[in-house]
């Protein structure tokens, strides 16, 4: 199989899984999305009211996160209840909707599957540094996602979500 739809895939790259069904922050409320996994980028195929392709959004695996060989792709519940696959890119998180939690965990597992098989062979190696404000002097301080930071201005603790 070497295309899915509106994705033509390079000749080496081959399809690891795909849903159905998937929101976005580009797509949340269209539950019509598609995203797809294959061995050289994650596409998170944006549908439109009537089901035609709006954009597909490319992910290269080459910059996706990987911590001392674990690649930054987790499970999270959100406080409205929602089943969320945060992935972690070089250039940014990415967040993806699923409706059963079963899903996102299979997704996690098939990345980290992939990542494991070597197949990845320069997927990038340290977390990337993100943006927050001080919670009490609203200062910018700068980590990483899971670290507690000092802030440099008032010495408060943030931590980085
Ligand atoms: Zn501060």
């Known amino acids: 199989m070497n295309n899915d739809g509106n994705i033509v895939f390079e000749p080496d790259e081959s399809l690891v899984m795909r849903s159905e069904r998937v929101g976005s922050s580009k797509g949340l409320h269209i539950l019509k999305n ?13 549908c439109g009211i ?36 945060d992935i972690y890119f070089t250039t940014g998180q990415e967040s993806f909707v699923f409706q ?40 910018s301080v700068k980590g990483h996602i899971g670290e507690s930071v000092k802030c440099e201005y008032c010495g408060a603790y943030v931590s980085i979500e």
């Open 100 to 139: 059963w939690k079963q899903k996102v965990k299979k997704w996690v597992e098939s990345i980290n599957e992939l990542v494991a098989s070597g197949i990845l062979s320069d997927t990038a190696e340290s977390i990337p540094t993100v943006y927050r404000f001080c919670s009490r002097c609203e200062a």
């Open 50 to 85: 009537l089901g035609t392709t709006k954009e597909v959004h490319r992910y290269p695996l080459s910059t996706l996160v990987v911590n001392n060989g674990v690649p930054q792709a987790f499970y999270r519940r959100s406080i409205q209840n929602l089943n969320i696959l």
């Open 34 to 46: 598609t995203l797809v996994l294959t061995t050289k980028n994650l596409y998170f195929v944006e």
